[in-house]
């Protein structure tokens, strides 16, 4: 970077000639589709930018000014009432500040320390014209990226959508990031699928001079023991229900329709009450959309349809029910991968396209629960251990009779499982996960992969070292959030929302991710995380009153209604399979065992019914992601991959 002639930028939305601090940003025609940006030796224009067509408006991201500094990006603030008394805005001007305006009037005050002052969702880069440093930063959880590179050693490029950053040189496929992906394994928060382009993980800025680069943190996600004294054990309930109203009203859309993905589960409908409550202050109601089982599905047991009506009659919420079911093809592949310029995290999410799609039509604010079971409505099961090590044995034994009255479990199971098991060394959890294989859902992404790759000193380390997006071993329930927060774990999640955003022009909220409601439960005991054998304990007591008790209090919820089973699916989309298995000619069989991912496919296929249906899903999630990686690198026209572990450069595109 000692030499760098300039920063680019791409943006999807019009901004031409637009005259940075005396610079003059030019549009080149070189990139259909976007416009590029060169300012030698200064900042370039504006990051990516939707145009709703419902509302024609460009959403949060612009630009703002002042002395001696520009920034660029996109911001949604949710404490802007607070950050404006400790910015000492006079109420009149405050309403004619903008979020991004306030995002840069914070940092002129406060400079980087006011990252952490701010609660929302961020991507800005913040030109500092009198000492030549930029400034980049996203937000807490990395709702809103931002991804950069160095392009031919000249210049500094980056975007808020790693689809822009791709244009801006030839790119190489890291095939340790897909082998992590196949795995199961969370990413590390700084990669890309792509071996030249970095993220900026969450909670961190970037420092860019002349001579460097540089990546702080402004916030680490930390278990807070220091302020559990303040609050009695058994008064969490009360103080979460205050942020959770306080979240959701700071994503309602007054003036536009709001929606909610409804399930008939505990933190779908804690919001949905919620939203509607507030909305019916102002003479407004909530539009909830939700999918279940279509004609000719069995397994009525699956069908969440009375529950969706019980909260919906609760709180006189309208609810639209989506049935149709259709699994993707490969155009809808390419479209997500255009879209996104990597694959999705669930090769099935087309499978609610849709119920999206449907929302959609019928609201430009859609709410969902998601975050729920990471945050706030974290189960709190692995806490048990827990309990017996801190010596709490009231707690622990009344915890574990609890548990196993309310599964109907006996508690000699119950202790096998979520006590005996996660206190055993290591090396013996290591040894149990390698004679159960594909059988333990920790190890299930190493079925289809070479055993030479699994020999491999990085895909060692990851099984080894790694937490996977199926984990058991966190005693405290907020090491295990931490642990999320720290790695690439919502990311994928994000991209999902981006890729919706960009296809039917919604945007979706996520109360549950609130930095406030996160850090709050950071500071909670774990003893409050199950209480009496009740897990999901202190969102089931925050909610008392505002949910009808056969939903706050019920056991038998299952995840996001797809409608019929991903096993199914996969065996109906016969076609597809066969395509990406047969007319992938890339080295990506050089991680893939295609043998043996034919093999599995066929026993799928073979399958009466008899045999365990969550296993089959659990394969069918497998051989998806397989196919998701194959497609993807035949979509590339990837060449070559370097065996993991060797010092050579990545896979070519």
């Known amino acids: 970077m000692k030499n760098y002639r300039g920063i680019k930028s791409f943006d999807n939305f019009s901004l031409s000639a637009e005259r940075v601090d005396g610079w003059l940003s030019l549009t080149d025609p070189r990139y259909p589709g976007g416009d590029a940006f060169e300012i030698v030796d200064c900042l370039a224009v504006s990051l990516s930018a939707t145009c709703n067509e419902k509302t024609g408006k460009v959403g949060r991201t612009g630009i703002s000014r002042r002395q001696g500094y520009f920034l660029c990006g996109s911001a949604q603030l949710f404490n802007r009432e607070a950050l404006c008394q400790a910015l000492q805005i006079e109420r009149a001007k405050a309403v004619q500040l903008c979020d991004i305006d306030l995002v840069l009037e914070s940092f002129v005050q406060w400079g980087v320390d006011s990252f952490r002052r701010l609660a929302g969702n961020f991507s800005c880069a913040i030109w500092d014209k009198r000492e030549k440093v930029l400034f980049a930063v996203v ?28 244009r801006l040189d030839k790119v190489r496929i890291d095939d340790e990031y897909l082998l992590a992906y196949l795995l199961n394994c969370y990413q590390d928060s700084g990669k890309t699928v792509y071996r030249d382009i970095s993220a900026l993980p969450p909670g961190c800025y970037l420092t860019l001079r002349e001579e460097s680069i540089e990546v702080q943190r402004y916030w680490q996600p930390a278990v807070n023991d220091a302020s559990l004294p303040k609050r009695a054990v058994g008064e969490s309930g009360d103080a979460a229900r205050d942020l959770i109203i306080e979240a959701v009203a700071d994503r309602v859309s007054p003036n536009q329709t709001n929606g909610i993905l409804l399930s008939g589960g505990l933190d779908s409908s804690a919001i949905g009450c919620i939203a ?172 289809f992969i070479h055993k030479q790759i699994l020999s491999s000193p990085f895909a060692s380390h ?112 016969r076609p597809l399979f066969e395509e990406i298995f047969h007319s992938t000619q890339s080295s990506v069989w050089q991680l893939i065992d295609r043998d043996l991912l034919g093999k599995k496919f066929a026993e799928l296929q073979r399958n009466d019914g008899t045999t365990d249906a969550g296993r089959d899903n659990r394969m069918a999630l497998e051989i998806g992601r397989c196919m998701n990686v194959a497609a993807f690198c035949q979509w590339h026209e990837v060449r070559s991959f370097r065996p993991a572990g060797a010092d050579e450069d990545g896979s070519e595109v």
């Not at 039509?361 to 859609?366: D, I, N, R, V």
């Not at 098991?421 to 859902?441: A, K, Y």
């Not at 089931?540 to 096993?567: H, Q, T, W």
């Open 139 to 166: 937000d807490h959880l990395g709702v809103y990226s931002f991804y950069y590179r160095i392009i031919k050693g000249e210049y500094f490029g980056f975007s808020n959508r790693l689809r822009n950053v791709t």
């Open 462 to 573: 990851l099984l080894t070292s790694k937490y996977g997006y199926i984990s058991d071993d966190f005693l405290d329930p907020r090491q295990e959030l931490c642990s999320r927060l720290s790695a690439s774990y919502f990311r994928p999640f994000f991209d999902l929302s981006e890729y919706l955003d960009d296809i039917f022009g919604v945007t979706q909220v996520f109360p549950f991710l609130d930095i406030r409601i996160i850090e709050f439960m950071l500071s909670v005991h774990p003893r409050e995380f199950l209480k009496e054998g009740m897990t999901r304990s202190v969102l089931r007591r925050s909610i008392a009153g505002f949910v009808p008790d056969e939903i706050r209090l019920r056991k038998d919820k299952i995840p996001f209604n797809v409608g019929v089973p991903f096993a199914r699916c996969l065996v109906e989309s």
């Open 276 to 447: 509607n409550s507030i909305l019916k202050q102002s003479g407004s109601r909530l539009v909830a959309f939700s999918k279940v089982h279509g004609a000719g599905s069995n397994g009525k047991e699956r069908d969440e349809r009375d529950f969706i009506r019980t909260v919906a009659e609760w709180e006189e919420i309208l609810v639209e029910f989506v049935s149709e079911v259709a699994f993707t093809g490969k155009k809808l592949l390419h479209e997500y991968f255009r879209s996104q310029s990597c694959f999705p995290l669930n090769p099935f999410i087309f499978l609610s396209r849709p119920l999206y799609q449907r929302a959609a039509e019928g609201c430009t604010t859609l709410f969902t629960g998601f975050g729920g079971d990471e945050t706030l409505s974290t189960e709190g099961l692995n806490s048990l251990p827990l309990l017996l090590k801190q010596f709490c044995w009231r707690d622990f034994l009344e915890n574990l009779g609890g548990v196993a009255k309310r599964y109907n479990l006996p508690p000699v199971q119950i202790f096998k499982r979520f006590v005996l098991r996660p206190m055993l060394p290591d090396v013996c959890l290591r040894f149990h996960r390698r004679i159960r294989g594909l059988d333990e859902d920790r190890s299930l992404g190493n079925g």
